[in-house]
Each structure stands twice: as structure tokens, then as C-alpha cells.
């Protein structure tokens, strides 16, 4: 990898990482991480709307490895955070906060 791809894969990756978790209807990141047509269609519509993106705004074709690489990444991260997400929701750490809110 170039010095520039390198430098590009954080950024494509948050980007992408943004593109799945703002989409509406909402994704669902079990069955995406466990590989479905989802997954495939997800890989295929986000990887050309980046690659689109980054022509469009800043005159840049990214390298398709760069772009598979920042897409899986970026899976990997939202799936952790959810499941990050779930065992705080259950953990000691959050009951102050749930009898606080009455939940």
C-alpha cells in the first residue's frame, strides 16, 4: 500500500461507518456480521457510492482494496460498538443510571 492509501483508509472507513449507521431502514448488525445478501448488497451500493464520493468531492479514484478494507473495518467497528453497547446495558456500571431513569 502507498503512503496515500494508508492515509485514506481511516477516513473512507469512518465515512463508511457513518453511511451504515445513519441508514434508514436501520441495519441489522448481527445478521450483516454473519454474512448475507444484505451484506453483499450493502458492500456493493457503499463501496460505489465511496468510490463516487471521494471523485465527486475531492477529485480522488480510490484503490478497490483500500475500499474493501475501509467497508469491512468499518463493519467490524459498528458491530463491536453494538455489542459493547449491549453487555454495558446489562452490566453493573449502568444500574445507577437505570434506577435513576426508573427503567
Same mark, same amino acid.
Request: glycine share 8%; proline share 7%; hydrophobic share 30%.
Given at each position: 500500500m502507498s503512503k496515500h492509501t494508508t492515509e485514506q483508509l481511516p477516513e473512507v472507513t469512518y465515512w463508511l461507518a457513518l453511511q451504515i449507521a445513519k441508514s434508514?431502514? @436501520?441495519i441489522?448488525? &448481527?445478521?450483516?456480521?454473519?454474512?448475507?445478501?444484505?451484506?453483499d448488497y450493502l458492500y456493493q451500493v457503499l463501496t460505489?457510492?465511496?468510490q463516487q464520493h471521494w471523485w465527486? @468531492?475531492?477529485?480522488? &479514484?480510490?484503490?478497490?482494496v483500500t475500499v474493501n478494507n475501509a467497508f469491512f473495518r468499518a463493519i467490524a467497528i459498528l458491530h463491536d460498538r453494538n455489542l459493547e453497547y449491549k453487555r454495558s446495558r446489562g452490566g453493573k456500571e449502568t444500574v445507577w443510571v437505570k434506577e435513576l431513569l426508573h427503567l
Open positions: 434508514k431502514p @436501520s441489522d448488525l &448481527e445478521k450483516v456480521y454473519e454474512g448475507t445478501i444484505e451484506l460505489n457510492k465511496a465527486s @468531492s475531492f477529485g480522488v &479514484e480510490l484503490n478497490p
